[in-house]
């Protein structure tokens, strides 16, 4: 799939490769055509491998099935991203008019390749060595590991390898700590930290690899397969042909597009860049300036990382940790997703009315034509959520989706999945997977180092102990935690991938919030809603920033505008570890109980929309913008009392609003003008 903009008064046009590029910090190497071709066809030999590993096991179990998936994704890794820079005339072997890799690269290629075949040899015997390492096992692992580091460098930048090796460090010198110390521990020499690493389970090849290989590749394969058969020009056509003409119309649809587009990416960013590349000229001659719109593409595209049916990949690794169903963690998201994009709808009625947006352009299709025609596209994704209904597992479920959707593609002539499409389906699956698959086994360095040493619980009690220090209140003291713990995430967030701050978070803040109370669940939820907020955070935000291209607009204030769109979505997350009632907002306990607490959560939602839109019945002033934020955290803290309170301030604000637009119909008793022909109201009050 290729799009293209208008930005800035130039255009520009992406194609597949160069909007994966940012979901990354390095951007993957442009390879010489027949040396693409060969990676490419290894690629999809990897993705036929995944697909047949699904139903035929490999009889010699899960992590013999992990060393052969890291055996042939790492080499390409380094294949594929850059690099050292070298400038030019130290580098013998400069890179001509293409971006090959040299013969550094080939040799690490090869290495790693040798070292992550080498437990192979003699597989039982590597893994009954485990406490006794031999030399050669002990060299080949390090090797393994600078590899592996060298990878997740390439791939996502120098945070995640220095934390690592902040983590080892920790690690070997650990014992050297005063014993007095909570952090100090007995002490462990390289050969056991590098066998805890190489020859355990919780490694290279733990959970976050096994996620990665069983699970995140799969839906990869899916989300290409999606893409090439043509639902993702699908979900955008029917996105621009569902509404009509008015002057919130061009928003909802951004809305409406993100969803769908993002189960076919289920990247975030890549999602906020794909649809921007389509929608900004209509956004623009709609009347968005370029940083609202902006930050409103942004949230878009992170609510699709946040919405079943495909979430993000952390979610994965959140139904390994509390051994439960993909479906559950899929429950689990349900009512936060409704607050989300209820809070995103309700930002875009009133910038709609704030920046005085017009109709926008009516699209030539015909929605329900789109859907008769179309609507199968829908089908596959309906698919994986019946079999996991039915207790089929997930990545038995989302192979049946592949197939499903590969058949189904032959119902449109433009898209068959021929020879061809496959093969560069296939190929993009298991190259988008690349830089998960590096941040993945990187991060079983800190899961291993944090396991082996007893680190996530003593860094919890720090956590708990320090909240402790200021007061007795046992509510306080969990209050001062959970902020402490969004912060702490949302800071890491800020220098590694989604996946990654998951991870770490996981293993040393959830057991804190675990101390106080908190069910696994909400800890684990409230921890991935706030390492994809991330990536909306100033001040990297990596979506913002790569919307701002887009809209040419100013990178801060976009930063600031998707906050604003996706306030709701960092002070929901509260409501589920600091609320006897907040485990209903996760679909758990009865249906009346979730009723009554979405709805609840809705009007806080709502008073939020007010402080940031600044807009009820007309623009507001001050008063009811100070007035809405009690009542919006009162009514998030979902108990009788708070609710009481918090809805009667609601009221407060609503009535300030309504006399205010009295008085402004006396003072301009002009009608305004009819929708989509301009700014009924003017600009809201500061």
Known sequence: ?????????????????????????????????ALDRVISVWCAVISVGVLVQVFFPLPAGTQFYLVIFLAAVLPITLLCYRGWHVPPLLNPFKARA??????????????ALVVCLYPLLDFDGFLERRQTPTTLDVLTGAVLLVLLLEACRRTTGWVLPLVSLVFIAYAYYGGYLPYTWSLAHQGFNFSAIIAQFTMGTAGFYGTPLGVAASYIVLFTIYGAVLDYSGAGKFFIDLSFAAFKRSRTAPGRT???????????????????????????????RAGYP???AGGMLAAAGIGAILSPPTLGAAAFIIAEFLQVSYLTVLGYAVIPTILYYLGILLAIEMDARRHGT??????????WKLLKRFSYHFLSLFVIIAFMAVDVPPFKAVVY????????????????LTAGPLFKALAQGTRSVLPVVATCATAGVIVAVTTQTGLGLNLAAIIVDAAKGLTDNQTVILILTVVLSAFAVLILGLAVPVTASFIIAAVIIAPALVQLGVTQPEAYMFIFYYAVLSEVSPPTALAAVATSAITGGKVMPTMWQAWKYTLPAFLVPFA????????????????????????????AVAALAVVTGGWIAVATGWLERVVCIPAALLLLYLAPVTIALGIGLLVVAVLVNLVRRHRCALSDPTPPPRSGTGPTEGPAAP
């Open 401 to 416: 989706a592949v197939i499903i959707q590969f058949g189904l593609s032959f119902l449109d002539r433009e898209h068959r």
């Open 98 to 111: 293409t971006d090959n890799p040299g013969i550094t690269d080939w040799v690490l290629a090869v290495v």
């Open 1 to 33: 799939m290729t799009v293209s903009a208008t930005s800035g008064g130039g255009s520009a046009t992406l194609s597949e490769s160069e909007l994966a590029e940012y979901e990354q910090e390095k951007p993957a190497r442009r390879l010489h055509p």
């Open 254 to 284: 951004v809305t409406l597009a993100g969803f769908l587009l993002g189960s076919v990416s289920g990247s975030g960013t890549a999602t906020a860049v794909s649809l921007g590349t389509v929608s900004w000229p209509i956004l623009r």
């Open 290 to 292: 370029p940083e609202p």
């Open 358 to 367: 017009t109709e926008g352009e009516a699209s030539t299709q015909s929605a």
């Open 576 to 603: 589920f570890v600091l609320t006897d009632n907040g485990a209903r907002l996760l679909g758990q306990g009865s249906l009346i109980g979730m009723v009554w607490t979405l709805v609840v959560s809705m009007l």
